[in-house]
């Protein structure tokens, strides 16, 4: 097998260099790119708070896939499987949910460093990054769908507080890591029907955000970001965090703004939005993810929105100033395949768009020659981008084509299978 992938790379570096690609040097390239991935697939977003927690803000996780992680050692466990099977070196992403915490019962205002330190010390031994998430779900003060936007003082009070504890502890995983963590700020907060007031939430909103971001932070340990959404279960009709106003706010507040792939109407795609809201903001945080209908998250699939987000960031020369992070979660099938899935499928997409000799096309595109755009850019789609992704993932020591499959299923049997 080894063999016919190295007979099958040199054709294709072959075909590639005709074209003005050089093979070797996109695969250095695709290597130095990390891709945040999301605690959260392999737990059904329960978090480690409290046992049998439910999920409140709209998020909804349906099947009931046996070998659920139910402690941090084991999602830890689950994630370095899936790390195994995915090329080259990325991030893990955490919410607040998921401390570790062996002392007295304490509320998310509370939440500090040190109930993150295990998840540091996992991920400076395997050469992580991590990447945070204050968590304004799934509590007793987020019920009736509102928290940093809150009418009651004290309990906006209360989600602001959390948000200060959040940026802390990403401050603390970043200068232990050597890595600036994103802590990135998703709110739940809407109206399910038609709502009158639309003005006084988003006023509240802001001025909740000032006083979270209020403290200095050096950007070289933390990196606040602020996630729009279009509309959510329980919120159908009114988000307080619309893009309109995360893009506002951002701009204006000079923090990371988060695009996710699932946040918006299902014909509306984010890889258009990416070349203008890079005009205004510095850095953009991107959740991939595959909405279906009105369902959000999804794994992440070759999609072609998937590949325009790719050729984007690719084209643009824009991946300097992106943040890649994937956001789904699905407890149908094996959650650890879930992730290599997704994962996977994400690099692709990016090495796909690395490999286009975009020059060609863009040469194209400048003089005119819109017939030869259109006819080249349907050409290289059928250019060996397979035999080089195999040879990427023979070069990074992770199983090429769907021989990964067999080590997912040992992995069920072994481990999964054994869990309560």
Known sequence: MSDSIHNSYALAKEQY????????????RIQEVAISVHCWQGDDVSGFERAGQ??????????????????????????????????GKHRFNLHASYLEN????LDRDEVEPAHFQGWIDWAKQHGLGLDFNPTFYSHPK???????????????????????????????????LGSPSVNNIWVPDGMKDMTVDRK??????????????????????????VECKLFGLGSESYVVGSHEFYLGYAITRQTVLCLDAGHFHPTEVISDKISS????????????????????DHVVTLTDELQAIMQELVRGDNLGRVHLGLDFFDASINRVAAWVIGTRCAIKALLMAMLEPTNMVRDCEQNGDFTGRLALLEEFKTLPFG????????????????????????????????RG
């Open 17 to 28: 260099a005709a074209l003005g690609v050089d093979t070797d040097k996109v695969i250095e």
């Open 54 to 87: 439910e999920l409140t803000g709209g998020i909804a996780v349906t099947g009931n896939y046996p070998g659920k992680a139910s402690t941090p050692d084991q999602l830890r466990d689950d994630a370095e499987k899936a790390f195994s099977l995915i090329p």
């Open 102 to 105: 062996n002392g007295p019962p």
């Open 142 to 176: 987020s019920d009736d769908g509102f928290t940093l936007a809150h009418p009651d003082p004290a309990i906006r009070q209360f989600w602001i507080d959390h948000g200060v504890r959040s940026r802390q502890i990403s401050a603390a995983i970043g200068e232990q």
């Open 200 to 225: 006084g939430p988003r006023e509240r909103l802001a001025e909740s955000l000032d006083a979270v971001l209020a403290e200095p932070i050096d950007k070289q340990f933390n990196l606040d970001a």
């Open 277 to 296: 809201v890079l005009l205004w903001v510095e850095q953009l945080l991107l959740h991939v993810s595959r909405g279906i209908r009105w369902d959000s």
């Open 387 to 418: 035999a080089v992704w195999d040879y990427y993932c023979l070069q990074t020591e992770v199983p090429p084509g769907g021989r990964w499959l067999e080590d997912i299923r040992q992995y069920e049997r072994t481990v999964l299978s054994l």
